[in-house]
């Protein structure tokens, strides 16, 4: 049987390699290294067109919406946040229609940290901008600090990896209201949401963390056996 082809979102940036300074599609490695060691096959998907989602949708077995900078506040209607630094409108733009055709299309989906985000907002959800401000703390953003998350045990994401986590993950961002059909399924100790899913669709996870920084595979093995 041939391995399902997963997509896997990227940067457009430049980028200097020789004495070349170009605009570059950018992904880090390890998203097609846990790909592949699932069993898939990768293929980076920079942002395009957004009237050409679709088609990439309609050419893939599974996505993965990656990690990245911060979405626009203005597309969930909130104020602009500096702190956060520059939006990025094209990947924006490209990857909300990316969500929204792989959902409608029934698609396998994995939502990585922004792609969490992303999904959400592709589903008519909000974010909390920045969340310090929000919950009183900066844990959440501690670079290197690893936390517990508790899991739902009947949900996708729980079957996958269980009913708790040790993650590190830094986010100044968090989902605020859930996208229509998306349910939290995992959380940090101050309720903040770190999984979600999507009901009625074969395989739409999404989670606040990095999983294919971890020695841990399982999401990505969930993700390419769906895609079969």
Not at 132 to 160: F, N, T
Request: hydrophobic share 45%; with cysteine; net charge negative.
């Amino acid at each position: 049987m041939p391995r399902p082809l997963i997509g896997v979102t990227a940067y457009l940036e430049a980028a200097r390699w020789g004495d070349w300074v170009r605009e570059a599609v950018l992904s880090p490695p390890s998203y097609v290294r846990a790909i592949e060691k699932a069993g898939g096959i990768a293929v980076l998907v920079p942002p395009t067109n957004p009237a050409a989602a679709g088609d990439h949708v309609r050419r893939l077995s599974g996505l993965v919406l990656a990690g990245g900078g911060a979405l626009d506040p203005s597309l969930y209607g909130a104020s602009p946040e500096g702190r956060a630094g520059a939006p990025q409108p094209h990947r924006d733009r490209f990857e909300l229609a990316l969500a929204r055709a792989a959902v409608r299309e029934g698609l396998p989906l994995l939502a990585v940290a922004r792609g969490m985000h992303v999904l959400n907002v592709a589903q008519g959800g909000s974010l909390i901008p920045w969340l310090s401000d929000e919950v009183g703390h900066d844990r959440h953003s501690a670079a290197g600090r690893e936390h517990l998350i508790q899991i739902s045990v009947s949900s996708g994401l729980g079957k996958a990896v269980g009913d708790h986590a040790e993650v590190t993950a830094p986010h100044h961002q968090a989902v605020k209201r859930l996208g229509e059909g998306l349910l939290a399924v995992a959380w940090a100790d101050d309720q903040i949401v770190e999984g979600v899913e999507l009901q009625g669709h074969p395989f739409c996870v999404g989670v606040q963390w990095h999983p294919e920084r971890a020695g841990d595979n399982r999401l990505f093995e969930a993700l390419v056996q769906a895609a079969r």
